[in-house]
């Protein structure tokens, strides 16, 4: 026979008293993994991010539309996304990075 406390081979937590108790104990107190990938799950998953046009990307720089088609052919603009031919959209973290990139405490160099 079983000793008290451990469970047979192939059982399920179920089937030892000693177990159920320790996992309706760990629900209760929040001390499992189970309740922790639980808590995960109501984590909201991120909101979709927004294209901008080139229009609206150069009034957020400060740029006409025609610089930062210059800038795109030069390789030196922020970074784009051309979803098809002639359509050029600008991920508004893409910007801001650029904007991050740009920032210089002194003329030199």
């Known amino acids: 026979m079983d000793e008290p406390g451990q469970a047979r081979p192939g059982a399920r937590h179920g089937d030892n008293p000693d177990m159920a108790k320790h996992m309706t104990a760990a629900a209760e107190t929040g001390d499992s993994a189970t309740s922790t990938i639980t808590a995960n799950a109501a ?5 979709p991010m927004k294209l901008l046009t080139a229009r609206q990307a150069g009034e ?5 539309p025609e ?3 210059r800038w ?3 390789g030196t603009g922020p970074a784009f ?3 098809s031919g002639r359509y050029i959209r ?3 973290d893409d910007l801001e990075a650029f904007i991050q990139n740009a920032r210089r ?3 030199a160099g």
């Open 67 to 69: 610089t930062l088609e």
């Open 105 to 107: 405490s002194s003329t």
């Open 90 to 92: 600008y991920r508004q």
């Open 81 to 83: 996304i051309r979803l």
């Open 60 to 64: 957020l720089l400060g740029v006409s």
């Open 72 to 74: 795109r052919g030069a």
């Open 43 to 47: 984590i909201e998953p991120p909101a």
